[in-house]
């Protein structure tokens, strides 16, 4: 599978930032840092960059200063989120940041650190319940939601019913005028209490769909032995962090009206549309080469984790195999349940067999597609037996909406099997 934030070399540390930076096919090349005291007088001065544009270039270049990020997308995406935080007055939707990974030590609470210490208003928390959270909100100036260790709410079935008010609450801060009704005080009066607030979360494992579909997701890896990175240590490094943070602020308050009138051209649409929104706004004030950055990570991202759902996502991942089945049999315009079942328990990539002892059952698949409507019927196929089964015609629709596929080819016209009389269609 294609690598979303593909194995781009990380970009130097400030002992040889001011090497010019090695061009990337495929990728805009990252200008290089001002040129030091004592080059040669008679190169040409470099044209300074608009103070957002430079601020910009500063925070990526601290990032990559202590972590390495697994792509120059995911580079993008982290430096214009947590720019976002310090305008989310302006913005219609919260964009979560989801940094997940595979395995411990890999990165992932050292750009937790990084960024907590350049948003806006960073409110960390570890397994903080969803009444204390939305008690810390503010509907004026709301707080950047930080949330590390995001496995323990919802790494188990277990933890993750225990903690499906969190999981609510992140959802509906996504977006303005979600508030959460609790009642309090002695008089049990219902009170509204505001979500919205940009949040960051980051564990092991993906988190809850529902999460990832809000998120430009960050999938960090373990480091590899020539990747090397400053060590970050809390008291000595924060300052030139926290004057950065300052700099965000200074550039970004008086565009807050700008801000809210911008509506971005976009290279996605609907959610993914709402959640890069915040980020390509900023690229925009900024100028120079990020309006290119974040339209191109825009693009990359969202496209990488469309094809992760298609294939994690159970319910997508099964109107893929059933795809794959019909294909399998050369496309016939029907197949009986029991024919299909077998193709789909044979996969070994596949979870069903491992339902039960005889695999996905033609109960477990009827109860799978029902969201999507669709039924198996008794039916008279063209040999004259006559099964409970599937026309291929029944998934067309639905494929299309929720897998589609980038060339759908057209097989030949054949005979549909007929559904018999007084049976589902």
């Known amino acids: 599978m294609t690598d979303p934030q593909p194995n781009t070399p990380s970009l130097p540390d400030d002992a040889t930032m001011s090497r010019p930076p090695a061009h990337i096919p495929g990728q805009l090349a990252i200008p290089a840092a001002p040129a030091a005291e004592g080059d040669r007088d008679d190169a040409p001065s470099a044209v300074p960059l608009p103070e957002g544009a430079q601020v910009l270039a500063d925070l990526r270049a601290q990032i990559a200063r202590y972590v390495v990020m697994p792509s120059q997308e995911a580079l993008t995406a982290v430096t214009l989120w947590v720019a976002a935080t310090h305008l989310q007055r302006a ?15 890999c990165g992932k609470s050292r750009l937790l650190d990084v960024i907590t210490e350049t948003v806006h208003n960073a409110l960390i928390t570890v397994n903080a319940s969803a009444a204390a959270i939305f008690r810390s909100i503010d509907d004026e100036d709301p707080p950047t939601l930080l949330v590390d260790e995001a496995d323990t709410l919802f790494g188990t079935t277990k933890a993750a019913e225990k903690n499906e008010e969190v999981r609510g609450l992140i959802n509906a801060g996504h977006q303005r005028n979600r508030p959460t009704l609790r009642v309090t005080g002695p008089e049990h009066k219902p009170t509204k209490f505001p979500t919205f607030a940009m949040a960051a979360l980051a564990g092991i494992g993906d988190l809850p769909d529902t999460v990832m579909d809000r998120s430009a997701v960050i999938r960090m890896r373990r ?90 996502g159970l319910r997508t991942r ?99 099997a007929e559904p018999l009389p007084g049976t589902e269609a």
């Open 91 to 105: 913005w219609q939707h919260a964009p979560r940041l989801a940094i997940v990974a595979p395995e411990k030590r």
């Open 223 to 312: 480091r590899a032995g020539k990747e090397k990175v400053a060590h970050f240590r809390t008291v000595r490094d924060t300052p030139a962090l926290h004057a950065i943070r300052d700099r965000l602020a200074a550039w970004l308050k008086p565009l807050l009206r700008q801000a809210m009138d911008l509506e971005p051209a976009m290279p996605v649409e609907d959610r993914a549309a709402d959640t890069w929104e915040p980020l390509v706004t900023i690229a925009d004030l900024a100028g120079g080469e990020w309006p290119a950055l974040a339209r191109t990570a825009c693009r990359i991202m969202t496209d990488y984790e469309a094809r992760q759902d298609e294939q994690g």
């Open 318 to 416: 099964l109107l893929v195999g059933i795809r794959r089945a019909f294909a399998a049999e050369n496309d016939p315009p029907a197949l009986r349940t029991k024919r299909l079942l077998e193709h789909l328990n044979a996969d070994k990539e596949a979870p069903w067999a491992d339902y039960g002892p005889d695999g996905l059952t033609p109960r477990g698949l009827q109860e799978r597609l029902k969201p999507y409507g669709l039924n198996s019927s008794n039916r008279r196929f063209p040999d004259g037996t006559q099964a409970r089964g599937f026309t291929r015609n029944q998934f067309l629709d639905t494929w299309a909406r929720y897998c589609p596929e980038p060339q759908p080819s057209a097989g030949p016209a054949q005979q549909v």
